[in-house]
């Protein structure tokens, strides 16, 4: 049985978040606080919850509707995904876990620096512009294996990670959605989208961390989930997704299975 004692000691070094999650688990079922034995099959998921899945990189194309079988029209996104190259090999025994780094688009040799070209010739590939690490794939790789968009099928449902259309320094209406002073009358004028109080002057005679106020916005890493992947192509390296992925286009993202 896992004592309070213990289970304390075990949640220590989880965030905030994770210990909430657990006592939300631990009420769910009306534990005692001494006894958490129940909750145990819990624990390696929420403790796991950052485990990396496989995936591929790609390039947003754009969106589009498709017709599915019951006549709906369902608005997709367009990727170009893959083929990536294998370029590292990381395991357990040598760098600590095991994650394949994969490589995606060609760039020039005029574009490389020496410590790039002595990495690439390493692994057999021609230069790569984006290179990223994932883990999870199941089989046996070999450096300069060509990983395509058969990783993927239909049904699925993935994750697409993607930065954000920049806009710019924006006022708080546009980023953070205040709706401003509204009911002009009374001889206000120029407060319509104005953000109002920051705070008190006298105490706390500051403005709070976090304080919602203009800025630059958008260009953000943004992860959108469990979309559904609505056709594969391997014949043109295509993916649609269901729904909206971030970025512009023509913008690289990443897609975890």
Known sequence: ???????????????????FLIFRVQA???????????IGPYLSTIFNSNKK?????????????VFVADGRNLPCTVIEVGPCVVTQIK???????????????????KHTNKAE????????????????????????????DAITVDLFTEEDFVNVIGTSKGKGFQGVVKRH????????THGQ???????????????PSRVFKGMRMAGRTGGDRVTMQNL????????????????????????IVLIEK
């Open 189 to 203: 004028h120029n407060r319509l989208r104005a953000p109002g109080s920051l705070g008190a002057s006298s105490y």
């Open 1 to 19: 049985m896992l004592t309070l004692l213990a289970f304390h000691k075990i949640i220590g070094d989880v965030s905030p978040n994770q210990k």
């Open 28 to 38: 769910h079922y009306a534990l005692p606080r001494a006894n958490f034995e129940p």
């Open 53 to 65: 899945m496989p995936g591929l990189i790609g390039k947003k194309i754009g969106m589009t509707s």
């Open 117 to 144: 070209m002595g990495h690439f010739a390493a692994s057999g590939t021609t230069p790569k512009r984006n290179l990223v690490e994932f883990s999870g794939f199941e089989g046996e790789f070999k450096l300069g």
């Open 91 to 109: 395991t357990v025994e040598k760098d600590g876990y095991a994650a394949l780094q994969l490589g995606f688009e060609d760039k020039t040799e």
């Open 228 to 251: 559904q992947v609505i056709k594969v192509m391997p014949e043109h390296n295509l993916l649609l997704v269901k729904g909206s992925v971030p970025g512009a286009k023509g913008s």
């Open 177 to 184: 959605g205040f709706g401003g002073v509204g009911q002009t």
